[in-house]
């Protein structure tokens, strides 16, 4: 019985080590950018006006190796984003879907450093913008109650992980390839964001 018993604590054992690290939790806090871009007529440049706010994400990734230095890392994050300026506030609720290709490199004894590339979609679930009138009432409406505002994005991100025995920090990039606002062919509205990254590798 106790040979027995110690055969299957070592086969249960190598399947968890075989398995191991495959799933990571993470939060993110991510600067965001929306940014428009405008071809003027005469001008040399295209005009470019940028509006700014703050994101906080947590996700989950599966990683599910291809060899040992090569991963396919997919999951999902749900974000919440918000921003005050002039009276007027700004809450947004979207979930985003990543696809990436991971590279994991050996630096030392349980430390690599992992870069990645990929594409995500994402999906707005709310988008709020609140303030007081000229009388004093709170008012709020939701952007997506109107024409021009698209709830589905395709984007792509690149960055670059530390895994220090199962602890990740990282910091990446992300930019939509869709516009946020359909605001015509000689122009384009898109979300970008700078994302740090806090999780852990089980």
């Known amino acids: 019985m106790k040979k027995l018993f110690m055969v299957l604590s070592l086969a249960f054992a190598g399947l968890t080590n075989a398995n191991a690290q495959s799933n990571e939790l993470y939060i993110n806090y991510s600067p965001v950018t929306l940014t428009t871009k405008a071809s003027v007529p005469g001008a040399r440049n295209d005009l470019s006006v940028s509006g700014k706010g703050n994101s906080v994400s947590a996700g989950y990734n599966y990683l599910s190796k291809k060899d040992n230095m090569v991963y396919l890392v997919f999951g999902g994050k ?3 984003l918000w921003d005050e300026e002039n009276g007027l506030k700004e809450k947004c609720v979207r979930c985003q879907f990543p696809l990436n290709l991971k590279l994991s490199l050996e630096l030392a004894n349980s430390l690599k450093i992992e870069p990645y590339a990929g594409f995500n979609g994402s999906y707005f ?4 913008i609140s303030g007081y009138d000229s009388y004093g009432r709170k008012q709020s409406i939701s952007l997506f109650d109107y024409d021009g505002y698209n709830r589905f994005g395709l984007g792509w991100q690149v960055g670059a992980d530390i895994n220090v025995n199962g602890l990740i920090l990282g910091v990446g990039y992300a ?3 869709t516009n946020f606002v359909s605001v015509g062919d000689d122009a384009s509205c898109k979300w ?7 999780g852990v590798r089980f």
């Open 78 to 80: 749900l974000s919440y």
């Open 125 to 128: 679930i709310s988008y709020n």
């Open 175 to 177: 930019k939509d390839f």
């Open 192 to 198: 970008s964001s700078v994302d740090f990254k806090l």
